[in-house]
């Protein structure tokens, strides 16, 4: 086990662990401000995938990742709006249209890449990473930690942003009665559709940056299926993070580390099968709900349309 | 109080309120043709839109799902597993209960079936081994469903995201599994082959097999179940609102347990007849991934197992028929699951718009009016 202390593979982890942990962490992000409004989106996967495919677009077309990033979060929040008119505005089914959403979103990527690009995957310049003075310096970790590419900060930066918001502000007390109560938030005067909406828009857009940091930065690349359930693992994140953004972040971490592990154990020479390593976090997922099975707590209203007039 | 969840898509909602039967039966086919016509007939822009002609791409369906002789084959073929799939998620979504773990549930199955077909085959008489095989597989299926039944039973966690999960982890441990203890001798990461005078036997004439029989009688089944017995009762009312099923005294728990092993058989099942019906063995990374495409075909059947099977075919000639077609176009054959995808949305905006009339509502979207309250 020695070489599992060996720097070259804790920096290999704690890098890999954050090139695959932020796509996840601005994902999670997304459905953690939408879970908490009483919205469960499934179509998480379809809105990642559509950022990362229009986000690559756009980073190719400019040869600017933060054009690239915005476009692919615009297109996450277009693919939203989908939701925002048939779940929030008509009530009507979230999973069954999350399941749409997802399904459309994987064909019709597969079908654009084919069509523009065939059998050949142009790739992007790798990112530079951003040293931050000093810090990046610090032995072992410090390198891997503090010299990543800036959306990474980028990130970091949201979590804080939306704790404080969640926490703090009227919208956010409003968002989350939205889910807990949406029926005294009408009473009070605040429209739920309107609160939903905003959510759910945001949670797109989160969503479809994910995806786009994911092709651009992380894999410089578009393949079909790029996003490979990380939607759907964004989603448990979420969950098991309760609302909370920063166990958001924490959450994601985690799974970006067991998500790179394989590499990780290259690096130092124990070669381990890959289908093992993919399955590890949708191993550690079930366990982690199965020990914690009791306190998993959602919002009361997540995944119930709200219908004024309607018990 | 929380509100109930609402119920979609069943089919009590609007037929009591229809004028006749004759008019209900006609609005069930408009709201289960229509999605697929609309569907279509979009995809059919895109397909104009990316410079292909869309007329040609689906004759090119037509022809080779449906009018081939050994295409029509190919298509009755493919409903086998298709049709228990469906069965399977009929069961549970009857009672407002997700199985979204099907793909995960199939691929074990599937690789217990092939790894451990070759030796049975060999050792038992045919239908013994046939037998013996199906039994396995719906172990595998049913009890890759325990967990997710156990933690929504006893402690409500939401059961989307444990059988998603579940899935990814049969996925992994199918092609573990066929890559380790299960590899043939060959070279290639397979499983050994079962030869093929062993596979299902099929109706002579053709190359359709068994399977299709026996899937048809496995909806039936389902079918008088769901709508003749105390068991078919417990699980439309435990849909319809879990906290009255509890008052009535129907054991919730068992009741999901029950549902989700039922379902997570017959969709081991599927891939049995899969396996010892065409293929023989299994390839590592091999994925049909029916799951989340079947979804739609129960839903436009409204939870109705016998309805189910117009859409089978369907699904049939489209999946046969769209790899040929896509080849054809040189276009990804993923293209199909924008067809599903899009079936899906045009089916719940079907149904929303069908829901209101029935209701006596207009259907144009509201326009606020000067005044007016605001609604």
């Given at each position: 086990m020695?070489?599992?202390?060996?720097?070259?593979?804790?920096?290999?982890?704690?890098?890999?662990?954050?090139?695959?942990?932020?796509?996840?962490?601005?994902?999670?992000l997304?459905?953690?401000?939408?879970?908490?409004?009483?919205?469960?989106?499934?179509?998480?996967?379809?809105m990642?995938?559509?950022?990362?495919?229009?986000?690559?677009?756009?980073?190719?077309?400019?040869?600017n990742?933060?054009?690239?990033?915005?476009?692919?979060?615009?297109?996450?929040?277009?693919?939203?709006?989908?939701?925002?008119?048939f779940?929030?505005?008509?009530?009507?089914?979230?999973?069954i249209?999350?399941?749409?959403?997802?399904?459309?979103?994987?064909?019709?990527?597969?079908?654009?890449?084919?069509?523009?690009?065939?059998?050949?995957?142009?790739?992007?310049?790798?990112?530079?990473?951003?040293?931050?003075?000093?810090?990046?310096?610090?032995?072992?970790?410090?390198?891997s930690?503090?010299?990543?590419?800036?959306?990474?900060?980028?990130?970091?930066?949201?979590?804080?942003?939306?704790?404080?918001?969640?926490?703090?502000?009227?919208?956010?007390?409003?968002?989350?009665?939205a889910?807990?109560?949406?029926?005294?938030?009408?009473a009070?005067?605040?429209?739920?559709?309107a609160?939903?909406?905003?959510?759910?828009?945001?949670?797109?857009?989160?969503?479809?940056?994910?995806?786009?940091?994911?092709?651009?930065?992380?894999?410089?690349?578009?393949?079909p299926?790029?996003?490979?359930?990380?939607?759907?693992?964004?989603?448990v994140?979420?969950?098991?993070?309760?609302?909370r953004?920063?166990?958001?972040?924490?959450?994601?971490?985690?799974?970006?580390?067991?998500?790179?592990?394989?590499?990780?154990?290259?690096?130092?020479?124990?070669?381990?099968?890959?289908?093992?390593?993919?399955?590890?976090?949708?191993?550690?997922?079930?366990?982690?709900?199965?020990?914690?099975?009791?306190d998993?707590?959602?919002?009361?209203?997540?995944?119930?349309?709200?219908?004024?007039?309607?018990? | 109080?929380?509100?109930?969840?609402?119920?979609?898509?069943?089919?009590?909602?609007?037929?009591?309120?229809?004028?006749?039967?004759?008019?209900?039966?006609?609005d069930?086919?408009?709201?289960?043709?229509?999605?697929?016509?609309?569907a279509?007939?979009?995809?059919g822009?895109i397909?104009?839109?990316?410079?292909r002609?869309?007329?040609?791409?689906?004759?090119?369906?037509?022809?080779?799902?449906?009018?081939?002789?050994?295409?029509?084959?190919?298509?009755?073929?493919?409903?086998?597993?298709?049709?228990?799939?469906a069965?399977?998620?009929?069961?549970?979504?009857?009672?407002n209960?997700?199985?979204?773990?099907?793909?995960?549930?199939?691929?074990?199955?599937?690789?217990m079936?092939a790894?451990?077909?070759?030796?049975?085959?060999?050792?038992?008489?045919?239908?013994?081994?046939?037998?013996?095989?199906?039994?396995?597989?719906?172990?595998?299926?049913?009890?890759?469903?325990?967990?997710p039944?156990?933690?929504?039973?006893?402690?409500?966690?939401?059961?989307?995201?444990?059988?998603?999960?579940?899935?990814?982890?049969?996925?992994?441990?199918?092609?573990?599994?066929?890559?380790?203890?299960?590899?043939?001798s060959?070279t290639?990461?397979?499983?050994?082959?079962?030869?093929?005078?062993?596979?299902?036997?099929?109706?002579?004439?053709?190359?359709?097999?068994?399977?299709?029989i026996?899937?048809?009688?496995?909806?039936?089944?389902?079918?008088?179940?769901?709508?003749?017995?105390?068991?078919?009762?417990?699980?439309?009312?435990?849909?319809?609102?879990?906290?009255?099923?509890?008052?009535?005294g129907?054991?919730?728990?068992?009741?999901?347990v029950?549902?989700?092993?039922?379902s997570?058989?017959?969709?081991?099942?599927?891939?049995?007849?899969?396996?010892?019906?065409?293929?023989?063995?299994?390839r590592?990374?091999?994925?049909p991934?029916?799951?989340?495409?079947?979804?739609?075909?129960?839903?436009?059947?409204?939870?109705?197992a016998?309805?189910?099977?117009?859409?089978?075919?369907?699904?049939?000639?489209?999946?046969?028929?769209?790899?040929?077609?896509t080849?054809?176009?040189?276009?990804?054959?993923?293209?199909?699951l924008?067809?599903?995808?899009?079936?899906?949305?045009f089916?719940?905006?079907?149904?929303?718009?069908?829901?209101?009339?029935?209701?006596?509502?207009?259907?144009?979207?509201?326009?606020?009016?000067?005044?007016?309250?605001?609604v």
């Amino acid at each position: 086990m020695s070489e599992l202390l060996d720097p070259t593979f804790l920096t290999a982890l704690v890098a890999g662990g954050l090139l695959a942990g932020i796509p996840l962490l601005f994902a999670s992000l997304g459905e953690t401000i939408a879970e908490r409004s009483g919205l469960l989106n499934v179509g998480l996967e379809g809105m990642m995938l559509t950022g990362a495919f229009v986000g690559f677009l756009a980073a190719l077309g400019t040869g600017n990742i933060w054009v690239g990033l915005a476009v692919g979060g615009l297109a996450g929040l277009l693919v939203a709006l989908v939701m925002v008119i048939f779940c929030v505005r008509l009530g009507l089914d979230q999973i069954i249209v999350g399941i749409a959403i997802t399904l459309s979103a994987e064909g019709a990527t597969s079908l654009l890449h084919g069509t523009m690009f065939g059998q050949s995957y142009p790739r992007l310049d790798a990112v530079a990473g951003f040293a931050i003075p000093v810090l990046h310096s610090i032995p072992i970790l410090g390198g891997s930690l503090f010299s990543q590419p800036l959306p990474v900060y980028l990130a970091f930066g949201l979590v804080l942003l939306t704790s404080w918001f969640l926490r703090r502000t009227t919208i956010g007390l409003e968002l989350r009665s939205a889910g807990e109560r949406p029926g005294s938030l009408d009473a009070a005067g605040v429209s739920v559709v309107a609160v939903r909406s905003g959510a759910e828009l945001t949670c797109g857009a989160l969503a479809g940056i994910g995806g786009a940091y994911l092709s651009i930065v992380g894999a410089g690349t578009f393949v079909p299926f790029v996003t490979n359930g990380m939607g759907f693992i964004a989603i448990v994140v979420a969950m098991l993070g309760r609302g909370r953004p920063w166990w958001a972040l924490i959450g994601s971490f985690l799974f970006g580390m067991s998500l790179s592990l394989t590499t990780a154990l290259q690096v130092v020479g124990i070669d381990i099968p890959v289908d093992v390593v993919n399955m590890l976090p949708f191993v550690s997922v079930i366990v982690i709900l199965i020990v914690f099975a009791r306190d998993a707590k959602l919002p009361a209203a997540l995944g119930l349309p709200y219908l004024r007039g309607s018990r | 109080m929380s509100a109930p969840p609402a119920v979609p898509l069943t089919e009590t909602s609007t037929e009591s309120l229809a004028p006749s039967r004759l008019a209900g039966a006609a609005d069930a086919t408009l709201r289960s043709v229509g999605p697929i016509a609309l569907a279509l007939f979009a995809c059919g822009l895109i397909l104009l839109a990316i410079g292909r002609d869309p007329l040609s791409f689906y004759g090119d369906i037509i022809e080779a799902g449906l009018l081939r002789p050994s295409g029509l084959q190919d298509t009755i073929t493919r409903m086998a597993p298709v049709l228990l799939i469906a069965g399977g998620l009929i069961i549970v979504f009857r009672a407002n209960l997700w199985n979204l773990g099907s793909d995960g549930q199939f691929l074990l199955a599937a690789a217990m079936v092939a790894g451990t077909g070759p030796a049975i085959m060999g050792a038992l008489p045919a239908p013994l081994g046939w037998a013996l095989l199906c039994v396995i597989a719906m172990t595998i299926g049913a009890s890759w469903t325990l967990i997710p039944a156990l933690l929504k039973a006893h402690y409500g966690m939401n059961e989307i995201i444990t059988t998603l999960m579940m899935t990814f982890i049969g996925i992994g441990a199918a092609n573990l599994l066929v890559k380790g203890p299960f590899k043939g001798s060959s070279t290639v990461p397979q499983t050994a082959i079962v030869p093929t005078d062993l596979l299902l036997p099929v109706i002579p004439g053709t190359r359709i097999h068994i399977g299709v029989i026996i899937a048809l009688v496995a909806v039936g089944i389902v079918y008088l179940v769901l709508s003749r017995t105390s068991f078919g009762t417990r699980l439309d009312v435990l849909g319809a609102n879990p906290r009255a099923a509890a008052h009535l005294g129907v054991n919730v728990p068992r009741v999901i347990v029950v549902a989700f092993a039922a379902s997570g058989a017959l969709i081991g099942l599927a891939a049995a007849v899969d396996i010892l019906g065409i293929f023989g063995y299994m390839r590592a990374d091999w994925n049909p991934a029916y799951g989340l495409k079947v979804i739609p075909l129960v839903f436009l059947a409204r939870l109705n197992a016998i309805a189910v099977v117009p859409f089978a075919a369907f699904f049939g000639v489209l999946s046969i028929g769209g790899e040929f077609a896509t080849r054809q176009a040189d276009l990804p054959s993923d293209f199909l699951l924008l067809v599903i995808g899009l079936v899906l949305i045009f089916m719940v905006a079907t149904q929303y718009l069908s829901d209101k009339r029935a209701r006596g509502e207009t259907i144009l979207p509201r326009h606020r009016q000067r005044g007016a309250p605001d609604v």
